[in-house]
T-cell receptor
Framework: NAGVTQTPKFRVLKTGQSMTLLCAQD?????MYWYRQDPGMGLRLIHY???????AKGEVPDGYNVSRLKKQNFLLGLESAAPSQTSVYFC??????????????FGEGSRLTVL | AQSVTQLGSHVSVSEGALVLLRCNYS??????LFWYVQYPNQGLQLLLK??????LVKGINGFEAEFKKSETSFHLTKPSAHMSDAAEYFC????????????FGKGTLLTVNP
């Protein structure tokens, strides 16, 4: 059972370069999220999606773009990477149910370093 | 907007000792509260949750937490720590109508000493 898969797991970029992180889930979940984790800051929501073709801003969206063209995939893009975007990025998904469980299913993370 | 505050970024206990990780929340509407655990180099996994009903909730690996509205708290406890409990623990809050978005605390790193 794959669950939530993130690629790549590690990446080093130079300032100004662009890249895309891919998140794929095989649980048929409606909701998907991108968080970033920084030491002492916990997890902060970047963008999220409540369904195919829809996205919304989270707490720290600046410098990032997202797309959800297919229900199972949620892409996070950095158009012009900055050192402040050095972080560990987590994708998560959740199903939309009448009983709110609040359980997010997380990927294993993508560690990005911007030099 | 809702928020959580975790008291203590690092807690150290001896194996077999009581584990107490503190979490206080702020919310203008009834909250849903969660504890997640993160083992090194892994994603987060749900430990336990409070949505409605019984205020004392039990989770995996012997952990439990009690929702105390009067104290706006949701502290995590375990009677006897095990070496395998060493991890980072995150308290999180959500409210109905928020598209299941969770707001996380900054985390508490639990160290278990032999």
């Amino acid at each position: 059972n794959a669950g939530v898969t993130q690629t790549p797991k590690f990446r080093v970029l130079k300032t100004g370069q662009s890249m895309t992180l891919l998140c794929a889930q095989d649980m048929n979940h409606e909701y998907m999220y991108w968080y970033r984790q920084d030491p002492g800051m916990g997890l902060r929501l970047i963008h999220y999606s409540v369904g195919e073709g829809t996205t919304a801003k989270g707490e720290v969206p600046d410098g990032y773009n997202v797309s959800r063209l297919k229900k199972q995939n949620f892409l996070l893009g950095l158009e012009s990477a900055a050192p402040s975007q050095t972080s560990v990025y987590f994708c998560a998904s959740s199903y939309k149910g009448t009983d709110f469980t609040g359980e997010l299913f997380f990927g294993e993370g993508s560690r990005l370093t911007v030099l | 907007a809702q928020s959580v505050t975790q008291l203590g970024s690092h807690v150290s206990v001896s194996e077999g000792a009581l584990v107490l990780l503190r979490c206080n929340y702020s919310s203008s509407v009834p909250p849903y509260l969660f504890w997640y655990v993160q083992y090194p180099n892994q994603g987060l996994q749900l430990l336990l949750k409070y949505t409605t009903g019984a205020t004392l909730v039990k989770g995996i690996n012997g952990f439990e937490a009690e929702f105390k509205k009067s104290e706006t708290s949701f502290h995590l406890t375990k009677p006897s720590a095990h070496m395998s409990d060493a991890a980072e623990y995150f308290c999180a809050v959500s409210v109905i109508g928020s598209n299941y978005k969770l707001t996380f605390g900054k985390g508490t790193l639990l160290t278990v000493n032999p």
